[in-house]
């Protein structure tokens, strides 16, 4: 039987940490003007603005229990008392963000600017839930307006950072990123993202630099393991990937992408039965994950198994109908079983796809495939 062409899906997942902290978050002993302010004071209000105080501090204890609801509830009673009163909107504004109302969270979070035009928090805070939404300028301006007002602010340079780098600005993420360094040189999660970046831009040997450092600020980082995993197989080191994808599951081993990632290096390398148990853990972990299933498929229709192939490929196709490379790839698979209309009707189907999608040359080599089933004898 001849050999058929095969599309691979590689996928090189890089785990990213955006820092969504919630500055200015509840603290029982915080006393400046950024952070919140909570008075054990249990006596019976005597005025409006102390009924005010009290029913803060009574969401405040309600958050601190993560009674959310209840929070809200109490800080909203407060602000009926006092429409202007700062602490109770911020505190609501990430109170609505954890329960799901962003728009909620950016309007307190607006009125705490209005009120105080200072307040880096609810700058940096509206920036996360704006990124949240795919507002990705205006969480940038947030931001930058948290970063006049304080230029300390790493977690500021961490996000910006990595806003930047989605935006395909290598080379200011890459400065943020430095910043937060300079600012805080044992935060891991900074030489990560630097990292990150510089693995997007090409630079697989700084990547791994950036890796290693973060690494040796913290020895049980398991997405630096998986990163410098991926950098490594990049650059031809299997054996140290695999070394680093072991290493970053024995530390996390509920994180399926360095499952997923370690399977497609171990069919890569030929080993597809190691790549059908990392694949079918992945898919324990992440059971709509449809490249695990995809490529799981693969590695059965190189073992021959051609019926598990198409019942991966099968689930690929439910999870995400209009994935081309899943109709080649149990077209193949069909062909391979002597369903020739099957194989047709799944190659056309993979053509008219890739060809929607703007991939010309795979659409022209699923027609061909389909020339070839029609020719089979």
Same mark, same amino acid.
């Given at each position: 039987?001849?050999? #058929?062409?095969?599309?691979?899906?590689?996928?090189?997942?890089?785990?990213?940490?955006?820092?969504?902290?919630?500055?200015?978050?509840?603290?029982?002993?915080?006393?400046?003007?950024?952070?919140?302010?909570?008075? $054990?004071?249990?006596?019976?209000?005597?005025?409006?603005?102390?009924?005010? @105080?009290?029913?803060?501090?009574?969401?405040?204890?309600?958050?601190?229990?993560?009674?959310?609801?209840?929070?809200?509830?109490?800080?909203? /009673?407060?602000?009926?008392?006092?429409?202007?009163?700062?602490?109770?909107?911020?505190?609501?504004?990430?109170?609505?963000?954890?329960?799901?109302?962003?728009?909620?969270?950016?309007?307190?979070?607006?009125?705490?600017?209005?009120?105080?035009?200072?307040?880096?928090?609810?700058?940096?805070?509206?920036?996360?839930?704006?990124?949240? #939404?795919?507002?990705?300028?205006?969480?940038?301006?947030?931001?930058?307006?948290?970063?006049?007002?304080?230029?300390?602010?790493?977690?500021?340079?961490?996000?910006?950072?990595?806003?930047?780098?989605?935006?395909?600005?290598? @080379?200011?993420?890459?400065?943020? &990123?430095?910043?937060?360094?300079? #600012?805080?040189?044992?935060?891991?999660?900074?030489?990560?993202?630097?990292?990150?970046?510089? &693995?997007?831009?090409?630079?697989?040997?700084?990547?791994?630099?950036?890796?290693?450092?973060?690494?040796?600020?913290?020895?049980?980082?398991?997405?630096?393991?998986?990163? /410098?995993?991926?950098?490594?197989?990049?650059?031809?080191?299997?054996?140290?990937?695999?070394?680093?994808?072991? *290493?970053?599951?024995?530390?996390?081993?509920?994180?399926?992408?360095?499952?997923?990632?370690?399977?497609? #290096?171990?069919?890569?390398?030929?080993?597809?039965?190691?790549?059908?148990?990392?694949?079918?853990?992945?898919?324990?972990?992440?059971?709509?994950?449809?490249?695990?299933?995809?490529? *799981?498929?693969?590695?059965?229709?190189?073992?021959?198994? +051609?019926?598990?192939?198409?019942?991966?490929?099968?689930?690929?196709?439910?999870?995400?109908?209009? &994935?081309?490379?899943?109709? +080649?790839? /149990?077209?193949?698979? *069909? $062909?391979?079983?002597?369903?020739?209309?099957?194989?047709?009707?799944?190659?056309?189907?993979?053509?008219?796809?890739?060809?929607?999608?703007?991939?010309? /040359?795979?659409?022209?080599?699923?027609?061909?495939?389909?020339?070839?089933? $029609?020719?089979?004898?």
């Amino acid at each position: 039987m001849m050999q #058929l062409p095969m599309i691979i899906k590689t996928a090189t997942t890089l785990a990213i940490v955006f820092t969504t902290t919630l500055l200015g978050a509840i603290d029982v002993n915080a006393r400046t003007d950024r952070q919140l302010s909570i008075r $054990q004071n249990g006596n019976l209000a005597q005025n409006a603005q102390k009924q005010a @105080e009290d029913l803060l501090i009574a969401g405040n204890q309600k958050f601190q229990r993560k009674d959310y609801d209840g929070a809200i509830a109490d800080y909203s /009673r407060s602000l009926q008392i006092n429409p202007n009163y700062d602490k109770a909107l911020f505190n609501r504004g990430i109170a609505y963000g954890i329960t799901g109302n962003k728009q909620g969270a950016i309007d307190d979070y607006t009125q705490v600017i209005k009120l105080n035009p200072q307040s880096a928090n609810s700058y940096f805070n509206r920036s996360v839930v704006k990124s949240n #939404l795919g507002d990705k300028q205006g969480a940038l301006s947030d931001l930058n307006r948290v970063l006049q007002i304080d230029p300390q602010a790493t977690d500021a340079y961490l996000n910006r950072g990595n806003l930047l780098q989605d935006t395909g600005d290598f @080379e200011a993420a890459t400065a943020d &990123f430095s910043r937060a360094i300079k #600012l805080k040189p044992n935060r891991a999660d900074a030489y990560l993202n630097r990292g990150i970046t510089k &693995f997007k831009s090409g630079d697989r040997q700084g990547a791994i630099a950036d890796y290693d450092l973060a690494i040796k600020n913290d020895p049980n980082y398991h997405l630096a393991y998986n990163n /410098r995993a991926l950098s490594k197989a990049d650059l031809g080191d299997t054996q140290g990937a695999i070394t680093d994808f072991n *290493r970053a599951i024995q530390i996390e081993p509920k994180y399926y992408l360095s499952y997923y990632n370690r399977a497609n #290096l171990r069919r890569k390398a030929n080993d597809n039965s190691g790549a059908i148990v990392d694949y079918s853990k992945t898919i324990q972990l992440n059971p709509t994950y449809a490249a695990a299933y995809n490529n *799981r498929g693969l590695a059965q229709k190189k073992l021959k198994d +051609y019926s598990a192939a198409i019942l991966d490929f099968n689930k690929t196709l439910e999870l995400t109908p209009d &994935f081309a490379e899943a109709y +080649y790839n /149990r077209g193949a698979a *069909r $062909q391979a079983l002597k369903d020739r209309s099957g194989a047709v009707s799944d190659l056309k189907t993979a053509a008219q796809l890739y060809q929607q999608q703007g991939s010309g /040359r795979e659409s022209k080599k699923a027609l061909e495939l389909v020339t070839q089933v $029609q020719n089979q004898q």
